[in-house]
C-alpha cells in the first residue's frame, strides 16, 4: 500500500517540530525527524511504498503540500504534530482530504497528540485515528488493517472512533529492543539530505540519532518522557549504535558530526564507556555530540572524548537548588560546578542550558542562575522561558492554578514562530521571563572575554569551529540584539 508521512509545514518556515520545545529556533537549528523516521523503516519493512516529507526542511510550503500527497495516491496518511503548530496540522489534513476522491486513513502522532487525542481525534477528517506515544508498531499494524479493511479497534495503541463515539484501544508495550527498529541512518540515506538540517552546537553538516529511548529521570517540564515513553527507560547495544556511525561515515561523507539527541545518553558512566569503547574498537573518526547529565564523571568524559565526542549538551536549569529541586531535576549547583571543570580537564566542550520560570523562581534566583552561567563559562549557552506543554506535570500544575494566560495553542509561539511564553507565576510575569532570556543572552554573549575566545577559538580551528560559529552567528545575531 502507498503511504504518506509527513512532517507537516507550519509557517511556511523553517519550524523545528521534532524538538523538546517545537518552534523556529533562533539559532537556525532544524532537527531531524528521528521519531517519523523510524515509522517509515517500520512501515518500509512490512512492505509498503512510503513518500517520506519532510516540508520544514525541504521548503514544501502549505500550498503545494497537498497536492503533492495526492499525487501520491497514498492509502494512509501519517501526520506529525506540536502544541504551537496543532491547528494548522489538523487543516493540512483536511487540505488533503479535500484534493482526494477517495480519503485515506488519516493517523496524527506525536507529543500533542498522545497528550490530547480526544481533542486532536475531533478535529481529523474521517476516517482517522490518534496513535498514542511510541508508533512504530502501531502504524504497522493499522497499515494491514486499512490493506485488509479490518476495523482499527483492536489494535492496541490507538484512539479511534468506533460505533459513533471515540474508543481508546488498550495501551502498547513500548518496544523493549530498541536493535529491532529500523536502522535511522538506513531510513535518512532513502529519504533525507543532511544539508536540509542544522544543529548549532554541532558542525555542519550533522545528522541526528537516537540511542535511547525514555528517561529514568522525571524533570517536571520534559516532554519526551512524559508523552512519548511513558518514563521507561531503554537503551540500545553499543555495538549497534556503532555500526549507525560507522553507515552514517559510509552514506553521508560530507557530513562533519553525529549528534545523540537522547534525553538522557549519559544515564550512567558505565553506559558512556560501553559506547564509547565500541566506538574506539570499531575505528570511529566521525565528531559527536551527546545530551549528559551533570554528574557525569571525568573519567567517563576522557573515554568518551577518545572515541570522537567533541561536546556535551548539559541541563544546569538552574542556579537555586531551591528551583531544581522544585523541577525533579535530581542535580546539585555543586555538582554542575564539578561538571563544568571536569569537561574542562577531559577537553570537552559543554553547551549549557539555563531555564526562567520552573517553579519557586524568583527574581533573586534568576540571579543566580545568571552568575553560575558566568561562573561555568560553557563554550556556548541558551536561555529559555519555561515552554509548557500539555502531558507534562508543569502543564497539568500550572493549569490546575491558572497560571497559563494564551486561550489558543497558536499563541505557543510568537507570529514569526519563535517560542513564546504563556505563563504567569506568583512573582513574575511571563514578559518578564522573556525579557531576562533575552537580557541573559547579552549578558552571556557580549562580554568582552567571551567575544575574545570565540575569537581565538575561530582563528585557530577556522574550518570547524569557526565555521559553525559564523554559521550560526548569521541567524542567531539578529535575534541577540532585541530587547
Not at 40 to 59: I, K, N, Q, S
Not at 325 to 331: A, R, S, Y
Amino acid at each position: 500500500m502507498r503511504i504518506a508521512v509527513v512532517n507537516p509545514p507550519f509557517m511556511d518556515g523553517r519550524f523545528s517540530r521534532p524538538s523538546r520545545s517545537p518552534a523556529i529556533n533562533k539559532s537556525g537549528t532544524l532537527y531531524w525527524p528521528f521519531w517519523l523516521a523510524h515509522g517509515v523503516g517500520a512501515l518500509e519493512r512490512a512492505g509498503h511504498e512510503v513518500l517520506f516529507l519532510d516540508c520544514p526542511a525541504t521548503g514544501l510550503r502549505a500550498s503545494d503540500m497537498p497536492r503533492r500527497i495526492a499525487g501520491f495516491g497514498p492509502g494512509m496518511v501519517v501526520l506529525d504534530s506540536s502544541t504551537p503548530s496543532i491547528n494548522r496540522d489538523l487543516e493540512s489534513a483536511h487540505a488533503i482530504a479535500a484534493l482526494m476522491p477517495a480519503p485515506p486513513v488519516f493517523v496524527m502522532v506525536g507529543t500533542h497528540a498522545s497528550a490530547l487525542p480526544m481533542e486532536t481525534l475531533a478535529g481529523l477528517p474521517a476516517p482517522a485515528a490518534v496513535a498514542l506515544g511510541e508508533y512504530d508498531e502501531t502504524l504497522v499494524e493499522v497499515a494491514a488493517a486499512v490493506e485488509d479493511g479490518n476495523e482499527l479497534s483492536a489494535i492496541p495503541g490507538l484512539l479511534v472512533e468506533a460505533d459513533g463515539r471515540p474508543v481508546r484501544t488498550p495501551a502498547r508495550a513500548p518496544v523493549e529492543d530498541l536493535d529491532s527498529l529500523p536502522m535511522l541512518a538506513d531510513v535518512y540515506r532513502r529519504h533525507l539530505d543532511p544539508r536540509d538540517y542544522f544543529f548549532a552546537a554541532a558542525r555542519y553538516p550533522s545528522v541526528m540519532t537516537i540511542t535511547s529511548r525514555g528517561c529514568p529521570f522525571r524533570c517536571s517540564f520534559c516532554l519526551w518522557p512524559h508523552v512519548l515513553h511513558t518514563g521507561r527507560y531503554r537503551m540500545r547495544s553499543p555495538a549497534h549504535i556503532a555500526l549507525e556511525f560507522r553507515l552514517i561515515a559510509d552514506y553521508f561523507p560530507e557530513v562533519r558530526e553525529v549528534v545523540i539527541e537522547d534525553d538522557t545518553f549519559a544515564v550512567s558512566d558505565q553506559r558512556v564507556e560501553e559506547v564509547s569503547r565500541a566506538l574506539i574498537e570499531q575505528g570511529n573518526a566521525l565528531p559527536w555530540t551527546a545530551n549528559v547529565r551533570a554528574n557525569l564523571s571525568c573519567e567517563a568524559m576522557r573515554v568518551m572524548r577518545e572515541a570522537g565526542c567533541r561536546l556535551l549538551i548539559v541541563g544546569y536549569e538552574s542556579g537555586s537548588q531551591d528551583v531544581l529541586d522544585n523541577t525533579g531535576k535530581g542535580i546539585t549547583v555543586e555538582q554542575s560546578r564539578e561538571f563544568a571543570s571536569a569537561a574542562r580537564r577531559a577537553g570537552l566542550l559543554v553547551h549549557g542550558c539555563f531555564m526562567a520560570g520552573n517553579s519557586g523562581e524568583t527574581r533573586e534566583s534568576l540571579e543566580a542562575t545568571m552568575r553560575l552561567a558566568l561562573e561555568l563559562r560553557p563554550d556556548t549557552a541558551q536561555f529559555f522561558p519555561l515552554m509548557v506543554y500539555p502531558g507534562t506535570r508543569d502543564y497539568e500544575r500550572l493549569r490546575r492554578d491558572g497560571m497559563i494566560r494564551a486561550s489558543s495553542f497558536d499563541e505557543w509561539v510568537t507570529p514569526e514562530g519563535l517560542h513564546n511564553c504563556v505563563i504567569d507565576l506568583p512573582t513574575l510575569t511571563g514578559a518578564e521571563l522573556v525579557a531576562w532570556c533575552n537580557s541573559a543572552r547579552r549578558r552571556f554573549y557580549l562580554r568582552p572575554g567571551y567575544l575574545l575566545y570565540k575569537l581565538r577559538q575561530t582563528l585557530r580551528h577556522p574550518a570547524t569551529e569557526g565555521r559553525r560559529t559564523l554559521k550560526a552567528f548569521s541567524t542567531f545575531r539578529k535575534h541577540l540584539f532585541r530587547a
